[in-house]
């Protein structure tokens, strides 16, 4: 099985651009969709994006995904951030015998 | 609006087993297009797949917890179940059902969660 690495934690004022880093350690992470949560205290996840860079309704055009064949890696970036943007994050693929895995998930602090 | 809801004992004794239902409603579980999941989180954590079943039966569960896992389905009741057996503390965790895009494997829809302590 493939494991899917976060940095731990970022932090940024309100207003900057945040980019949430996700590398899979084997298999390529182009070969199957990469989806985005946001975890506030509390709460259930709920999808921020999803298909390695689609926005559900509902979700503000400032979250937006890539990939990122050259370092394997997906990343999610919030930009014009918000307090209410303080959450975990975490990034979640699968593989071919359709095992999923998440991500260990990144604490973004807004200063 | 679909929505999950998960039922169970609170509190379970280290190596019994523990038992989750998963009611959905709103929409119907024999859909060809989704699979139903379970994750957990253990306090303060990060979540974990455990594994995921299809309307049909087949299921998909996480290789580390293959040997203890078991999910099933009722289609007539809209509901699906988790046993996890010979449990210990560290199955201490908030257990989440969910459903799954079959496409892309979207978790699109999640129960609230519900905490499960292992402790005699």
């Known amino acids: 099985n493939f494991m899917l690495t976060q940095p731990h934690s970022v932090s940024e004022s309100p207003g900057k651009t945040v980019t949430i880093s996700c590398t899979r350690s084997?298999?390529?992470?182009?070969?199957?969709?990469v989806q985005w949560y946001q975890q506030r205290p509390g709460s259930s996840p709920t999808t921020v994006i999803y298909e390695d860079n689609q926005r559900p309704s509902g979700v503000p055009d400032r979250f937006s995904g890539s990939i990122d064949s050259s370092s394997n890696s997906a990343s999610l970036t919030i930009s014009g951030l918000k307090t209410e943007d303080e959450a975990d994050y975490y990034c979640?693929?699968?593989?071919?015998?359709?095992?999923?895995?998440f991500g260990t998930g990144t604490k973004v602090t807004v200063l | 609006q679909l929505q999950l809801q998960e039922s169970g004992p609170g509190l379970v004794k280290p190596s019994e087993t523990l038992s989750l239902t998963c009611t959905v409603s709103g929409g119907s579980i024999s859909s060809s297009s989704y699979y139903w999941g379970w994750i957990r989180q253990p306090p303060g954590k990060g979540l974990e797949w455990i594994g995921s079943i299809y309307y049909s039966g087949s299921t998909y569960y996480n290789p580390s917890l293959k040997s203890r896992v078991t999910i099933s389905v009722d289609t007539s009741k809209n509901q699906f179940s988790l046993k996890l057996s010979s449990v210990t503390a560290a199955d201490t965790a908030v257990y989440y059902c969910a459903r799954l895009k079959v496409a892309a494997h979207n978790f699109d829809y999640w129960g609230q969660g519900t905490l499960v302590t292992v402790s005699s």
């Open positions: 084997s298999g390529s992470i182009a070969s199957n969709y």
């Open positions: 979640q693929s699968y593989d071919s015998s359709n095992h999923d895995v």
